[in-house]
């Protein structure tokens, strides 16, 4: 995809993300990381974790997504194995069933799709349709959307859920049944008529009637306020609309992805890496790599379904943003294991700032592997 110094630079970084990683995944084994301290990753899901409900944290499939990664670009089993390891782990999530909520598709797209899309290992299909039946129970047939959360979240629709509707895409395909992509289409609507505003931002969380799927109100969630513009959650949306263009070949979708992409451009031209927030104070300067990562992904995705004049528009911003990623964000030592530093969880946790997260990691990766070539999906 990349020819010349970019080129050179593409390859040159692979060769040190590889060297990180075949370093790191020996160290953590089967374990399911979140993030590090002190350079060392946690293990998320053991039993003696200091977080709360670990066994259902969210992010728990994007480690075994690295190693997939790592799979496709190596063929060395040891990363096939622990990967299935850690799916085999995972089952107990899917079938304890009352923890789980709107991101099975995060816990399983890049876990047992993967699995079963390289390998063809018909358990792993069972766990993506048991997953993406599990997040199509969630849909709310009189308001339109997924919801988000448990307890006390009722109404709540949030822009992260953008990603996790490929599985029910992928659903669809598998079964021959349009009843799941009917609710991924039904939800990204909703999505792009209340959370993406005119300027192409977008809302964190809104909140519906869940009788008649009005919005009634919608919250800051992780970004700095109420009409703030919370950078991942830009990069959930832009990412998350192509990948439904992708699904549904519907021009709309493409056209969101576009305009959600244009103002995320529009913000990061000073340095590549993007602020937590866009429109919070100067001060503090907040940065978050993840969300780079994410938009990287789509970005490049964009770029494969535009005409030839535009293409260059969506492309070399992700290699800028790459570029600047691994300049001014990566760690490719061997004392520690992290691979992303200057990722933040939200805003206004200033004990999530500038840490290793987990799906900074993987995102950065496969957006690597997309400009190298890399034509495997998991998102659906």
Known sequence: MLTGANK??????IEKVNKKLSKTTRQIGDTIPFTTTNGIFD???????????????????????????MYLETKDEFYKTTAEAIEKKLDNALLGFEGLHHDVGFMWETSAIADYKITGNNQSKNRGMLAASILA???????GYIRAWNDDCIGWGIIDCMLNIPILYWASGQSKDDRFAAIARAHADKAAKHFVREDGSVKHIVVFDENTGEEKESLAGQGYAVGSSWSRGQSWALYGFILSYIHTKDEKYLNIAKKVAHYFISCIQEDFVPNCDFRAPKSPV?????AGAIAACGLIEISKYVGEFEKALYLDNAVNILKALTEKCADFSEDCQELLKMGTGAYHQEDSRNMSLIYGDYFYFEALLKLKGNEVLFWG
């Open 8 to 13: 050179m630079w593409l390859d040159q970084t």
């Open 43 to 69: 293990d998320k899901y053991a039993a003696d974790s200091s977080y709360s409900n670990g066994m259902y944290w969210w992010t728990n499939g994007f480690y075994p997504g690295i190693l997939w990664l």
């Open 137 to 143: 129970s969630r849909f709310n047939l009189k308001g």
């Open 286 to 290: 907040v940065k978050d790599s993840s």
